[in-house]
């Protein structure tokens, strides 16, 4: 007899297991993918998910290894799984004791472009009333330090922050004088389009390591029709912009935004092929945001979410076919999605944050001293709601802002997990609160899930994802190398 | 493969009972230290005052030396300055415990452990070898605080409970400035308690390596022969992270481990992505290996692809990883970044087909046990680019 025991004595003794917390959702037809409490996720088949639910999957049974071993269910030969899960959970959590990393600064509305697609931007010379006052600078810094984070990201936003480069001058010596004591990891973005860069703006970037955030929709004809400026020359000085910033500041110290437009969702080829050319890593397939005109014609919008998910489909393959020959570029939706599919780290993206990102995540601080607990929130003022208004920098304290109703009644409301049908839903660890989106749509900080574009549009995103990775296992390789980048 | 220990022939016993000696060629130290060294003789020198004399030929020492003579044989010739040994006059047994040249110098503490497994290169025995800790003690004490690096095996070493935690003190008391291994399966740290006591030794360079050889609970106990194994080495595992100490997962990759080998990378990547390094291994072919072949062979080259996604996940989250005790041959291209020489140079050795490869130099080689039992029937030499 030998002296070494078969694998069998170490299965449990009794067939009984208990289960976890997790939920499951149709992917197609024939599977269902289950997420448990820490977002990993597992997908099987009908039968297999009766039978674990029924308590009569059979513990030598391929699905029954995986799903202990990922915490679905826990049997007498184990019982670590709830260490593991809460400590997966606490640790995709701990960014909420941060609080606020991210202060935008919309230094002016003012801009030279004129672009459809903004609701912000003023055509103006009037700095008295679209510029933001060095008063206001200094108030809004102040609260931007009063945040425990280690981390302070201030973002220059616009209009054209560049038409008020001198407050940005101002506010980055102060931030760096004020975190002298403090120590903080600052750092600083401008959000531009490039077409005012100069040299002495750049030699200021350099010396202050400020990164650049731009434009960029697509190719030239697209780019200049969705980006109208006098001179119609917004593509050519984009570019421009761009390779005068990576000779100065270093070619990974700019990056680029493309805004979806319907003039867009037929060109998604041409739109990442710009990217490539212009020498990016990179793109963001961005939605189209709902703030204005789709806003208006719920149909519209409603049809648009399907051609942005054919749109978004199209381009995705096209990135995976790229690196599959070898080419590195990133989605960097998709990454961010996968980053909460595959690791216990909050990417920190405001609109997939659950409680919400709103003043949490970010904060903004307009022209004109008034606070916002997202950029949303301040386009959805724009056109006449200030629901998600905090107060002013001026006249509220830290306190008044942070812990208002204002904020907090949203984020409560909003928390996906206790959300009626987020609850439910197998996709929550991956999705987020949206309550500005769903109080511009639906009139409520939870609004109507079935008839949320956010949702469907986010849910879509996830099955596509996780689809690919059942199919095609080079997709899934990639995939977890942009969950980590 | 070097020769560790063995028997000589004792030409003279005057001490009786064993005793640990540094090897010299210097007949001229100081007599004080005299007392505690084994003089490696030649022609000419005046062994008075050695505790111990190694000669290749009796015929050169004269009677009526006030030391122990043992007659040195040929695979014992690699003792050089420096080197310590056991040597026992009343058995002619000696012990090579450290080799100043090396960089492999491993230090048995224990035979005995709570573990059972499968591939075990160095089976457990139930019997008080508590002596070893002893004669480690003392080593240490021996060892020149020049050493780069040492590790401690076993057997299980934390089943001494405190004088394991004393051991590491004297360890880092007496090598401040040595890079220590060890080898354990982490159970004992389940207490956080002695998880405390480890980490109170603030030792600068400590990192324990601890098996985890399935994501699945039940696998892992089966290679393991022990019910509860898992739940205590992964609680192990996260005291010792709350604690800041460094951590090593590794992996021997054999029959019974390679089916969820990819499984199991990404289980310590999502739950334990903290550990410090993970080391993914090739079977060495001794031990209770040799007994359980059958259950536990598999070729190397037939899971190579198996092992590059494995060390894929690894890379993709951004962990340390390293391929150890393969051949070049036998594995695919894509894992270089993570593929090491490692295995201890005593007991490795290359193949008669292996001159002729182009990569030799930059190849690990084999277990001279692989050698001698089992290799991969894939071995082949790379042509000279």
Same mark, same amino acid.
């Given at each position: 007899?030998?002296?070494?025991?078969?694998?069998?004595?170490?299965?449990?003794?009794?067939?009984?297991?208990?289960?976890?917390?997790?939920?499951?959702?149709?992917?197609?037809?024939?599977?269902?993918?289950?997420?448990?409490?820490?977002?990993?996720?597992?997908?099987?088949?009908?039968?297999?998910?009766?039978? @674990?639910?029924?308590?009569?999957?059979?513990?030598?049974?391929?699905?029954?290894?995986?799903?202990?071993?990922?915490? @679905?269910?826990?049997?007498?030969?184990?019982?670590?799984?709830?260490?593991?899960?809460?400590?997966?959970?606490?640790?995709?959590?701990?960014r909420l004791a941060e609080f606020t990393g991210l202060h935008l600064f919309v230094v002016t509305l003012r801009c030279e472009h004129s672009c459809p697609y903004c609701q912000v931007s003023r055509r103006s010379q009037d700095t008295q009333r679209y510029d933001m006052t060095p008063e206001a600078a200094n108030a809004a810094l102040a609260l931007a330090f009063r945040s425990p984070s280690k981390h302070i990201k201030i973002e220059f936003q616009g209009g054209e922050p560049l038409l008020n480069f001198p407050l940005i001058q101002t506010i980055v010596l102060e931030a760096e004088s004020r975190n002298q004591a403090l120590g903080k990891d600052l750092a600083f973005v401008i959000a531009t389009n490039l077409a005012l860069i100069n040299d002495d703006i750049l030699s200021f970037c350099h010396d202050h390591a400020i990164l650049l955030s731009?434009?960029?929709?697509?190719?030239?004809?697209?780019?200049?029709?969705?980006?109208?400026?006098?001179?119609?020359?917004?593509?050519?000085?984009?570019?421009?912009?761009?390779?005068?910033?990576?000779?100065?500041?270093?070619?990974?110290?700019?990056?680029?935004?493309?805004?979806?437009?319907?003039?867009?969702?037929?060109?998604?080829?041409?739109?990442?092929?710009?990217?490539?050319?212009?020498?990016?890593?990179?793109?963001?397939?961005?939605?189209?945001?709902?703030?204005? /005109?789709?806003?208006?014609?719920?149909?519209?919008?409603?049809?648009?979410?399907?051609?942005?998910?054919?749109?978004?489909?199209?381009?995705?393959?096209?990135?995976?076919?790229?690196?599959?020959?070898?080419?590195? @570029?990133?989605?960097?939706?998709?990454?961010?999605?996968?980053?909460?599919? /595959?690791?216990?780290?909050?990417?920190?993206?405001?609109?997939?944050?659950?409680?919400?990102?709103?003043?949490?995540?970010?904060?903004?601080?307009?022209?004109?001293?008034?606070?916002?607990?997202?950029?949303?929130?301040?386009?959805?003022?724009?056109?006449?709601?200030?629901?998600?208004?905090?107060?002013?920098?001026?006249?509220?304290?830290?306190?008044?802002?942070?812990?208002?109703?204002?904020?907090?009644?949203?984020?409560?409301?909003?928390?996906?997990?206790?959300?009626?049908?987020?609850?439910?839903?197998?996709?929550?660890?991956?999705?987020?609160?949206?309550?500005?989106?769903?109080?511009?749509?639906?009139?409520?900080?939870?609004?109507?899930?079935?008839?949320?574009?956010?949702?469907?549009?986010?849910?879509?995103?996830?099955?596509?994802?996780?689809?690919?990775?059942?199919?095609?296992?080079?997709?899934?390789?990639?995939?977890?190398?942009?969950?980590?980048? | 493969?070097?020769?560790?220990?063995?028997?000589?022939?004792?030409?003279?016993?005057?001490?009786?009972?064993?005793?640990?000696?540094?090897?010299?060629?210097?007949?001229?130290?100081?007599?004080?230290?005299?007392? !505690?060294?084994?003089?490696?003789?030649?022609?000419?020198?005046?062994?008075?005052?050695?505790?111990?004399?190694?000669?290749?030929?009796?015929?050169?020492?004269?009677?009526?030396?006030?030391?122990?003579?043992?007659?040195?044989?040929?695979?014992?010739?690699?003792?050089?300055?420096?080197?310590?040994?056991?040597?026992?006059?009343?058995?002619?047994?000696?012990?090579?415990?450290?080799?100043?040249?090396?960089?492999?110098?491993?230090?048995?503490?224990?035979?005995?452990?709570?573990?059972?497994?499968?591939?075990?290169?160095?089976?457990?025995?139930?019997?008080?070898?508590?002596?070893?800790?002893?004669?480690?003690?003392?080593?240490?004490?021996?060892?020149?605080?020049?050493?780069?690096?040492?590790?401690?095996?076993?057997?299980?070493?934390?089943?001494?409970?405190?004088?394991?935690?004393?051991?590491? !003190?004297?360890?880092? !008391?007496? %090598?401040?400035?040595?890079?220590?291994?060890? %080898?354990?399966?982490?159970?004992?740290?389940?207490?956080?308690?002695?998880?405390?006591?480890?980490?109170?030794?603030?030792?600068?360079?400590?990192?324990?390596?601890?098996?985890?050889?399935?994501?699945?609970?039940v696998r892992h106990n089966y290679v393991v022969q022990s019910q509860g194994a898992f739940d205590e080495t992964i609680r192990g595992i996260l005291n010792l992270k709350s604690l800041n100490q460094r951590v090593e997962i590794r992996i021997v990759i054999h029959r019974q481990t390679v089916g969820r080998l990819v499984k199991t990378c990404e289980f310590i990547a999502r739950n334990l992505l903290f550990v410090d390094h993970v080391a993914l291994m090739g079977l060495e072919i001794t031990g209770f290996t040799r007994p359980n072949l059958e259950a536990l062979w598999i070729d190397p080259y037939e899971y190579k692809d198996v092992l590059s996604e494995a060390v894929g996940v690894l890379n993709s989250y951004g962990m340390h990883a390293s391929v150890y005790n393969h051949q070049l041959c036998t594995v695919n291209s894509d894992i270089g970044?993570?593929?090491?020489?490692?295995?201890?140079?005593?007991?490795?050795?290359?193949?008669?087909?292996?001159?002729?490869?182009?990569?030799?130099?930059?190849?690990?080689?084999?277990?001279?046990?692989?050698?001698?039992?089992?290799?991969?029937?894939?071995?082949?030499?790379?042509?000279?680019?």
């Amino acid at each position: 007899m030998s002296q070494f025991q078969a694998i069998e004595r170490y299965q449990p003794t009794r067939p009984t297991y208990q289960l976890l917390p997790f939920r499951f959702t149709p992917l197609d037809e024939h599977q269902y993918v289950l997420t448990n409490l820490a977002g990993e996720y597992i997908v099987l088949d009908r039968p297999s998910l009766h039978e @674990f639910l029924a308590h009569r999957l059979a513990n030598a049974d391929p699905a029954y290894i995986d799903l202990r071993a990922r915490h @679905f269910l826990m049997d007498e030969s184990t019982a670590i799984a709830p260490t593991l899960l809460s400590l997966k959970l606490r640790t995709r959590y701990q960014r909420l004791a941060e609080f606020t990393g991210l202060h935008l600064f919309v230094v002016t509305l003012r801009c030279e472009h004129s672009c459809p697609y903004c609701q912000v931007s003023r055509r103006s010379q009037d700095t008295q009333r679209y510029d933001m006052t060095p008063e206001a600078a200094n108030a809004a810094l102040a609260l931007a330090f009063r945040s425990p984070s280690k981390h302070i990201k201030i973002e220059f936003q616009g209009g054209e922050p560049l038409l008020n480069f001198p407050l940005i001058q101002t506010i980055v010596l102060e931030a760096e004088s004020r975190n002298q004591a403090l120590g903080k990891d600052l750092a600083f973005v401008i959000a531009t389009n490039l077409a005012l860069i100069n040299d002495d703006i750049l030699s200021f970037c350099h010396d202050h390591a400020i990164l650049l955030s731009t434009s960029l929709d697509g190719p030239k004809d697209l780019h200049n029709v969705n980006r109208p400026r006098p001179g119609g020359d917004s593509y050519e000085r984009t570019v421009r912009g761009i390779t005068l910033a990576r000779e100065v500041l270093g070619h990974d110290r700019v990056s680029a935004l493309m805004t979806t437009t319907e003039a867009s969702l037929s060109r998604v080829h041409d739109i990442i092929n710009e990217y490539v050319v212009q020498g990016f890593k990179g793109i963001f397939l961005r939605p189209l945001s709902p703030y204005g /005109f789709a806003l208006k014609t719920r149909s519209y919008h409603a049809y648009n979410t399907e051609r942005w998910l054919s749109f978004y489909r199209q381009g995705l393959d096209h990135i995976i076919e790229r690196n599959r020959q070898g080419h590195d @570029f990133t989605e960097y939706y998709a990454s961010i999605i996968l980053k909460k599919m /595959f690791t216990s780290e909050d990417p920190g993206y405001v609109d997939l944050m659950s409680p919400a990102g709103i003043g949490i995540g970010a904060a903004v601080y307009n022209y004109d001293g008034s606070v916002y607990a997202s950029d949303e929130s301040r386009m959805l003022a724009e056109m006449g709601k200030d629901t998600f208004k905090l107060g002013h920098v001026l006249t509220h304290t830290y306190e008044e802002l942070f812990t208002s109703p204002t904020l907090l009644d949203p984020l409560e409301e909003s928390f996906a997990y206790s959300s009626p049908m987020c609850h439910d839903c197998a996709f929550e660890p991956y999705c987020g609160a949206d309550p500005v989106y769903h109080y511009a749509m639906h009139g409520d900080f939870v609004g109507r899930k079935p008839e949320s574009e956010f949702c469907r549009r986010n849910m879509e995103t996830f099955r596509y994802l996780i689809l690919k990775m059942e199919n095609d296992p080079f997709a899934k390789r990639l995939f977890l190398q942009w969950a980590n980048r | 493969m070097l020769k560790l220990s063995g028997r000589l022939p004792v030409l003279q016993n005057l001490n009786g009972a064993p005793y640990l000696a540094t090897v010299t060629k210097d007949e001229h130290l100081a007599p004080n230290l005299k007392p !505690t060294r084994a003089l490696l003789m030649s022609e000419g020198m005046n062994p008075i005052g050695f505790k111990a004399i190694l000669v290749k030929d009796h015929r050169r020492v004269s009677p009526g030396q006030d030391s122990d003579v043992f007659q040195l044989e040929e695979e014992f010739e690699y003792l050089s300055e420096g080197d310590i040994v056991q040597l026992d006059p009343s058995s002619g047994s000696m012990r090579c415990l450290y080799r100043r040249n090396s960089d492999h110098n491993t230090i048995l503490l224990t035979e005995q452990c709570d573990h059972y497994c499968l591939m075990c290169s160095q089976p457990p025995k139930r019997i008080d070898d508590s002596w070893l800790l002893t004669e480690a003690t003392e080593l240490i004490s021996r060892i020149p605080q020049e050493t780069t690096c040492l590790g401690f095996s076993g057997g299980e070493p934390t089943l001494y409970g405190r004088a394991f935690i004393d051991l590491l !003190t004297h360890t880092k !008391t007496c %090598l401040p400035m040595t890079a220590i291994d060890v %080898l354990s399966n982490g159970r004992a740290f389940k207490d956080i308690g002695f998880a405390r006591q480890y980490a109170a030794i603030q030792h600068p360079d400590l990192l324990i390596g601890i098996p985890v050889y399935s994501d699945d609970p039940v696998r892992h106990n089966y290679v393991v022969q022990s019910q509860g194994a898992f739940d205590e080495t992964i609680r192990g595992i996260l005291n010792l992270k709350s604690l800041n100490q460094r951590v090593e997962i590794r992996i021997v990759i054999h029959r019974q481990t390679v089916g969820r080998l990819v499984k199991t990378c990404e289980f310590i990547a999502r739950n334990l992505l903290f550990v410090d390094h993970v080391a993914l291994m090739g079977l060495e072919i001794t031990g209770f290996t040799r007994p359980n072949l059958e259950a536990l062979w598999i070729d190397p080259y037939e899971y190579k692809d198996v092992l590059s996604e494995a060390v894929g996940v690894l890379n993709s989250y951004g962990m340390h990883a390293s391929v150890y005790n393969h051949q070049l041959c036998t594995v695919n291209s894509d894992i270089g970044g993570n593929y090491r020489k490692s295995i201890s140079d005593w007991k490795n050795e290359y193949l008669d087909e292996c001159r002729a490869c182009s990569k030799v130099q930059d190849c690990g080689g084999f277990f001279s046990s692989s050698k001698r039992h089992k290799h991969s029937q894939y071995i082949k030499p790379f042509a000279t680019p």
